[in-house]
């Protein structure tokens, strides 16, 4: 079957009963699919060409009867060839079950309303991140790229032979980046940080979200480590592969070379130089622009990636120090962590990412925060006061850039997408600080919600490039605004960023590949594996919707004709279940890492 044929024989899911539009009606209803918590906000959306009904009813999915009955609120704006919306607030419904939302004839997708509602998720987003593993892959049960790599760049002699081997293919190519790697370690060693601390103050130390169904490697069987701590720990080896002295870092193995069609990892038969499917360039952080062909990075410093990989060391440090089985190698995360914010600190800047012989590539130009986190940590792990004065001092020149406000960026400017520096900083601090650091973080969530006023779903972040990241980032922002603050003015905007990937949007998606089950999700993404083994994996957040013009203005991007999804796309924003539309059906490794320390966060709502 084509792809496009394949797309079609799933429409009558997607539109009839996905998106909640009964036979004949034209009236289509977009809940969160997972669920919602049973305190918490839970707000649908219906929108038709024609007016919509005045009311609503929730029903109970196992017996059929009405448990809640609401009149619907009229929304200003359009989307597509839909000029009607209406929001349906059954907030009151507090009832744990599954139901479904009905307007008129038309009904939602079944969701759950429960304490536990997100419990389950930050495992299953495990599921996607084994699956990048690059060494040994056990969703593939194969190793790949055994001879990463060689060196360009650097105090070594062009080819010198370092060991790169590990870490996480980045999406749906086989790039290895520190860029990326280090903020998704150090995301998912914070959400297992938080779950602890939160643990011990509920008296219960650990977490149930935090399960220990795989080994270390990745297979099926508990090896008395949380899964979560597994997969930190491929990402902590592989940094420390790439930092082999003190005065080195290393920062992405291979380039864009691995666009050169569709294989499996351990099938890889691109040439670096020395042969098909053989080593691949490994990339020294000298803080300068890099590009062996025509395309120059923009790089002018190394602060960035130091600050990142020592929150990252610090925050592994802070997991293992008690253990002591793994006290040596929490003493050389420190270490590691140590001597990587110094290098930082002595070549303030940015190194970005490296193209070869397309123009696009990482384009981080912000590193304030990135120090700052990193300063935050150590000052953590190890109670050093020229770390507090240092992480101040950065957290003061970070401020509120971002960008969150903006309609514009380029790809990945503003990375980490949320300055977690400031939320690690603000314990450590005194209250004056405090109110600065909750400050620049309630100027980024007030800037997003004025955004979110010029949609029907009032989702406040702009349609670049991964805008579901800058979704999560949203999200868990005001979670941790929250948190600093216990101002919970913010929790009903944030539960509509959360909604937006769990199926609240035009197209009735969640974000997120084979989740929930039964739901409408990504199913004909851009990953090598499963185009070519026709096989699924759970837990990967796709790119999302771009504006657009960016889906126009890419090379290589386009859809399967016809698009079962046209009616629903707007200028302000497409999306495509689509293998040949990268810009918004890619799975992205760290996203899917920030998206587990969100729903960790929201997870352990039910504990606080």
């Not at 081997?165 to 914070?190: E, I, R």
């Amino acid at each position: 079957m084509s792809a496009c044929l394949a797309l079609l024989a799933l429409l009558p899911l997607a539109v009839a009963q996905t998106p909640g539009a009964a036979e004949g009606a034209r009236v289509f209803v977009r809940v969160n699919q997972v669920g919602y918590l049973t305190s918490g906000a839970k707000v649908a959306v219906a929108f038709a060409r024609e007016p919509l009904p005045e009311g609503f009813t929730v029903v109970d999915a196992a017996t059929g009867k009405t448990v809640f009955e609401g009149a619907a609120r009229q929304v200003h704006g359009s989307w597509g060839e839909f000029a009607h919306h209406a929001e349906l607030d059954f907030s009151p419904l507090k009832r744990p079950g599954r139901f479904f939302v009905r307007v008129g004839p038309a009904q939602s997708q079944p969701f759950a309303v429960g304490p536990g509602a997100y419990s389950g998720l930050p495992d299953q987003l495990l599921e996607f991140m084994r699956q990048q593993r690059c060494g040994y892959n056990p969703w593939l049960d194969a190793v790949c790229h055994p001879f990463d790599g060689r060196t360009a760049y650097g105090p070594l002699p062009a080819g010198t032979y370092l060991d790169a081997t590990g870490g996480w293919h980045d999406a749906g190519d086989q790039l290895k980046y520190l860029l990326t790697s280090s903020n998704a370690t150090a995301q998912m060693l914070l959400a297992y940080v938080l779950g602890e601390e939160e643990g011990r103050r509920a008296g219960k130390p650990g977490r149930a979200f935090f399960r220990d169904d795989f080994n270390e490697l990745g297979q099926p069987g508990a090896n008395g480590t949380a899964d979560i701590l597994d997969e930190a720990r491929w990402g902590l080896d592989w940094m420390l592969r790439l930092h082999p002295g003190p005065s080195q870092l290393y920062h992405q193995v291979a380039d864009d070379r691995d666009h050169a069609g569709w294989r499996l990892p351990q099938k890889d038969t691109v040439d670096y130089g020395w042969g098909p499917g053989l080593y691949r360039v490994v990339y020294f952080a000298d803080g300068r622009p890099q590009g062996l062909r025509q395309y120059k990075s923009a790089s002018d410093g190394v602060a960035n990636l130091a600050g990142r990989y020592a929150a990252a060391m610090a925050l592994g440090y802070q997991v293992w120090k008690g253990d002591p089985r793994q006290r040596a190698y929490a003493e050389r995360l420190l270490r590691a962590g140590r001597e990587a914010y110094e290098l930082g600190r002595a070549d303030e800047g940015v190194q970005q990412g490296n193209s070869y012989g397309a123009p696009y590539r990482y384009e981080e130009t912000t590193w304030a925060d990135d120090m700052e986190w990193g300063a935050a940590e150590l000052l953590r792990a190890t109670g050093e006061r020229r770390y507090l004065e240092d992480a101040k001092r950065y957290a003061l020149r970070a401020a509120s850039e971002s960008w969150m406000g903006r309609e514009q960026a380029g790809h990945y400017q503003f990375y980490p997408f949320i300055n977690v520096g400031h939320f690690r900083l603000h314990g450590l601090v005194d209250k004056n600080f405090q109110r600065a650091l909750a400050g620049y973080y309630r100027e980024g969530i007030e800037a997003c919600a004025r955004a979110g006023r010029g949609n029907p779903y009032e989702v406040g972040v702009p349609f670049i490039w991964c805008s579901n990241n800058l979704t999560v980032a949203l999200a868990t922002q005001c979670l941790l605004y929250e948190r600093m603050t216990g101002d919970g003015r913010f929790g009903g905007f944030a539960s509509k960023q959360r909604d937006w990937l769990l199926g609240r949007n035009p197209w009735g998606f969640s974000m997120f590949t084979e989740i929930p089950e039964g739901g409408a999700y990504p199913k004909d993404v851009h990953l090598f594996a499963n185009t070519l083994l026709k096989k699924g994996v759970r837990g990967g957040l796709v790119d999302g919707p771009v504006y657009a013009r960016i889906f126009r203005s890419l090379k290589g991007v386009s859809v399967t004709e016809p698009d079962p999804l046209a009616p629903f796309q707007d200028e302000r924003a497409v999306y495509h279940d689509d293998v040949k539309d990268y810009s918004t059906n890619e799975p992205t490794m760290d996203g899917t890492a920030s998206a587990i320390l969100l729903w960790a966060l929201l997870a352990g709502e039910t504990a606080r």
